[in-house]
């Protein structure tokens, strides 16, 4: 029995070492927000960061349409903490990611208008991300809009 | 109501610089960048040096109106950065700089050049039709030898240095910068067109290649002069293959002076075979100065070919012709054509060039002795038996008088 207990706590120790080893600090923001035209096949693909990824499931989710991806630019940013923030013309949210395996998963959706924001652009403001839209700016962190400026 | 303007102003300053904040990194961004290609591209395509300079003024307006974004183009110009890019516009810049001082000092060059060639081509037109007289006339006046000599030697002097100057001429249209290139931009070309048309460089080309050829055709030359020639040919053939084909995208664009271009080609190729043919000439007329009247050749074969066929008629002849002028139709060939002069003078030259081969030398040496056998075959037989018989008779004789007397008894007391 004493020497389960030493197995069990020998184990856990070498597993709680394993995951204690943290490199920080790390900042994996980009300066400046991608513009990543989608293809025809969905597909948004960014050439400094190699980063692609399949768009149409969050044209799905912001317009209800398979579809609404034709022709379309995608706003992308990565914060200082390495969240993702994609949004578009005329989308209502900002939708905040984290990279899983081989996926973005969806970590928040901050609405920011009722109606669709035009022409959306973002700025790295650390550490926050900052969304203008027209005259109205917002930071934004991986939570939601953290302040507002109008 | 001061206060008010002040607040007035205080207020606008505001909403003015909000609107600044409100700018977007991306646009500041992609706005740097889409200027400075703009610079790029007006370097790169300016056609004058006064254009060159308002892109140096662009690079400086544009270093002043973003250098309070240089934090964020830094980070954002992946793999450039802010002082990088101006760095590249310089460098772009001063490239293109070189290359006008290069045009500005090379179209100087070549206007003084074109002066030059034109004069000597006029003296060279005279000279050719100098020479041609005077070969016709020194034929039956021996005294005009040393007028044509003379004439002949200022000719090639006058030619050689027109031909140094053309080659410079094609040499500062397209300098060896351009030659390197594998595309010309659209303002090189036009540069090159314009100053190979106003300096009528094509035409000096093509003039020049037929003086050569006329040349070779109307003087009687050495094979040092010839050597000469070909050395000058070759260097001729090389700066026109460098630049020929630059010229060929020039012109086949402008939908121009294709044809001239082939005609210079084709010219190149008749003055290489022509300085060919002027050797096999020189030989001809050795034989024809000793009264052998050879059929006209023009390489190695057939040399061999109209030599055999001479001395095979020759040897037919033995016997039906007279003697004594068969005799002297092969010294004529053989002693004094031949081994007198085209041996030791030209034969080298051929074999130098490949014009002919030690193989063909042996062929015509080989028929030449069978001519000298055939004509003083049955003589010398005769005079190595004589010879022969004369040798074993001294022999004999001297073994004879040296053949000790048998010993006689009174031989045998005396001794």
Known sequence: MKILKYVIIMTAAVLAGCSSLRLSPADFSWPVESVIRVDDNGMAKEDRYALSFNAKPLYFEETGDSLAYLDRDLRVIRDTLGYYYITGNKFKNVYVFTMGDGAFNLYNEIQVSETGIANPVFNQRPPYVELIEGDNQYCLSNSGIEKEKK | MRYRVIINCLLLSLL??????????Y??????????MAIDDSIRNASSIDELRSAANQIDSLRNKYADKKDLLDKSLYPLNFN????????????????FTQINVLQTQVSGLKDQVEVLNQRNTDLISRVQTLEAESKNDKSRI???ERTVADLKASLQKRDELVISMIDSLIPPSYRQKSELSSEEKQKVYSEVQKNNVLNNVKKSLQDNIKFLQVASLTPEDLTEIKNQQEQFAKLWKSVGP?????????????????EIDQTFTTWKNTLTQQAW??????????????????????????????????????????????????KSFADSAWYGEVKPTWVPYL????????AQKDTVENKITDWKNSLYGSSFNWMYLVIGILVVVIVILIIVKRKPKPKTPENQTLS
Do not use: H, P
Request: charged share 25%; no cysteine; glycine share 6%.
């Open chain 2, 16 to 25: 003015f610089s909000y609107s600044v904040l409100a700018q977007s990194d």
């Open chain 2, 27 to 36: 646009e500041i961004v992609q706005g740097f960048k889409t200027k400075a």
């Open chain 2, 84 to 99: 990088k890019t101006f760095e590249n516009l310089q460098m772009a810049y001063d490239l293109r700089k070189g290359d």
């Open chain 2, 146 to 148: 040393i007028q044509l």
């Open chain 2, 246 to 262: 630059k010229l060929v995208s020039i012109y086949s664009e402008k939908n121009a002076g294709t044809n001239e271009l082939k």
């Open chain 2, 281 to 330: 000439n020189s030989v001809r007329l050795i034989f024809a100065d000793y009264g052998i009247n050879l059929q006209r050749f023009a390489s190695g074969k057939e040399f061999t070919e109209t030599a055999a066929s001479f001395i095979n008629d020759e040897i037919k002849n033995v016997g039906i012709k007279n003697s004594g002028d068969s005799q002297i139709t092969y």
């Open chain 2, 351 to 358: 074999l130098e060039n490949n014009l002919f081969t030690e």
